[in-house]
């Protein structure tokens, strides 16, 4: 037996959908914002740090864009063509977004390593100083709306973009630091350090970006707790004996799972088909963006009592 294909998004689906949406417009608004205040920064403190969370912004307004245009794609209800949604849009995304956090990674490393070679002294630190913390303020409250869209859709494309806007606010405050230190003390190799150590951040963020991506390309199952926790929701339907053959996968804002349940194998048609509607009734309310493929296998309850004995 099947649950019922989803040609339509429900009202969570579609209130998931305004919330997902309305997070990428953000996000591509405060990148805008934030790489027009940081260029005029960079030209006037020539700070390569500044010029490392510039180009940081810009690989963020790519990244944001493209989540922009695969929000609106995974949202797509499925059709003739593609049965199963196009919820992998999103994770399509995530690997775009590791591509430019990682490229941008490698950029500033040979950047940060030209400048502790050749340091060259900051000018008007205080004005990036000013920079950073509009920046800090504005990337906060970005994230702050991020992970509560995160808490209530488990979007892999917001999720990444929020991993690597969080990184941004450690860089720009490690930015903001350099140039307090350089303010203060004029240690010549301060800026190139510190560029280095926001390059190696944004190459684990993008680590951490591909790896969330290529789990739900690659139909990784879900997590042993949620698994249990789905196992549980069965065997707890009177009329089931057991379950075996579980297989979970998630893709965009579905969750797709299929499993075989032992009844009683004297029982009829119509009664079987009642407990499997009533199992995937529990999943539904657990998850309410599933959908679930029960098959039933009759087992000879006297055959497993005499075993049993």
């Known amino acids: 037996m099947s649950g019922i294909p989803e040609q339509s998004l429900s009202a969570g689906q579609a209130e998931n959908g305004a919330l997902m949406r309305s997070a990428t417009f953000a996000a ?12 005029v920064a960079y030209f006037m403190t020539n700070s390569v740090a500044m010029l490392s969370t510039l180009v940081d912004s810009l690989l963020d307004l790519g990244a944001s864009f493209i989540n922009l245009i695969a929000v609106r794609h995974a949202l797509v209800p499925a059709d003739r063509e593609h049965r199963y949604g196009h919820g992998k849009a999103e994770a399509i995304a995530g690997l775009f977004q590791a591509a430019l956090i990682m490229g941008s990674g490698v950029f500033l490393l040979f ?5 502790l070679y050749n340091p060259v002294p900051i000018s008007k630190s205080d004005i990036g100083i000013i920079v950073m913390i509009a920046s800090i303020i504005l990337t906060i409250l970005l994230v702050a709306y991020q992970r509560y869209v995160i808490r209530r859709t488990r979007s892999v494309a917001i999720s990444a973009d929020s991993l690597h806007y969080f990184g941004d606010v450690l860089i720009n405050g490690s930015v903001m630091l350099a140039l307090i230190l350089d303010l203060f003390f004029h240690w010549p190799y301060i800026d190139g350090l510190f560029a280095v150590l926001i390059a190696l951040m944004l190459l684990y963020s993008a680590w951490k970006i591909l790896r969330t991506a290529f789990a739900e390309l690659m139909d990784e199952e879900l997590g042993e707790e949620e698994r249990k926790n789905i196992i549980d929701l069965v065997t707890a339907q009177p009329g089931v004996i057991g379950i075996h053959d579980l297989r979970t996968r998630r893709s965009g804002q579905h969750v ?11 029982m009829s048609l119509k ?3 009642t407990i499997s509607e009533a199992v995937e009734t529990r999943l539904m309310a657990e998850y ?14 006297n055959d497993t009592r005499e075993r049993e004995d």
Not at 28 to 39: E, S
């Open 256 to 266: 797709f799972l299929q499993m075989h349940i032992d009844m009683d194998g004297g």
């Open 28 to 39: 591509v608004g405060v990148a805008l914002v934030l790489i027009a205040i940081k260029l």
């Open 288 to 301: 309410p963006e599933a959908e679930a493929i029960v098959h039933q296998d009759p087992i000879d309850i």
């Open 271 to 273: 009664d079987a088909h």
């Open 111 to 115: 950047q940060a390593a030209e400048r």
